[in-house]
């Protein structure tokens, strides 16, 4: 089945270090790849997304290409701050005849920046 | 726009009792909602899928007498928590269906004394 595994947390940084968290995906359709953030103590926020191979997702200063030759969709930011600290969880969505909606999470990758 | 709420935000219940959590989309109507568990350091835990005017799907190893779901409209979708013990304390969070996204609730607090 579907599955999306991502880097091992925690993840420390200093201030406006460059950050990526890696997340690779096995997928039999055309899935649909996202980003999601979790402050602490929040529910889940999208962060960004991507829906075809080559697209690029960006906000808040963060970017992830979805890479299909590499089945990838990492997640890069250039200068992080202390308020990026959160749980990122890379996801993927199956946009295939039963498009349930349904989303398959990786395992989350905490993310600590140290003024 | 695309706002989903979640209520309560927290509770605390003895155990034995029931508890019933409510999710609303607030500006869309969705026909499908999800309900998923995370443990604390974890990552979501798909536990049902909530399809207005039909049974929810459930997600296997997931009771469903235990965790009953009715999705009564197509903007509020409500899982009770039957019979709730210590071991389903846990942090629930729900998300409507649009297009190809979902959207997240601010996530339940559940803990069971």
């Known amino acids: 089945g579907d599955s999306v595994t991502q880097m091992e947390g925690p993840v420390t940084l200093s201030e406006e270090a460059f950050l990526t968290i890696n997340c690779t995906y096995t997928?039999?359709?055309?899935?649909?790849l996202f980003w999601y953030v979790q402050y602490p103590g929040e529910g889940l926020q999208l962060l960004l997304k991507?829906?075809?191979?080559?697209d690029k997702g960006s906000n808040k200063g963060f970017e992830a290409t979805y890479r299909k030759e590499t089945t990838s969709f990492h997640l890069e930011k250039g200068s992080v701050q202390v308020s990026d600290s959160a749980v990122y969880f890379c996801?993927?969505?199956?946009?295939?005849?039963?498009?349930?909606?349904?989303?398959?999470f990786g395992q989350g990758t905490t993310l600590q920046v140290k003024p | 726009g695309a706002v989903v709420s979640q209520h309560p935000s927290w509770v605390i219940c003895k155990s034995g009792t029931s508890v019933k959590i409510e999710c609303r989309s607030l500006?869309?109507?969705?026909?499908?909602m999800f309900w998923y568990r995370q443990f604390p350091k974890q990552s979501l835990m798909l536990m049902a899928t909530?399809?207005?005017?039909?049974?929810?799907?459930?997600e296997q190893g997931v009771e469903k007498d235990k965790f009953l779901i009715n999705h009564a409209s197509l903007t509020l979708s409500t899982l009770t928590v039957t019979s709730a013990h210590p071991e389903d304390s846990s942090f629930y969070i729900c998300?409507?269906?649009?297009?190809?996204?979902?959207?997240f609730g601010p996530g339940t607090r559940l803990t069971v004394t």
């Open positions: 998300s409507a269906h649009q297009g190809y996204e979902q959207y």
């Open positions: 997928a039999t359709g055309y899935p649909s």
């Open positions: 991507a829906t075809k191979a080559d």
């Open positions: 996801a993927l969505s199956d946009r295939g005849s039963s498009n349930t909606g349904k989303l398959i």
């Open positions: 500006d869309f109507q969705a026909t499908t």
């Open positions: 909530s399809n207005e005017g039909s049974k929810a799907t459930y």
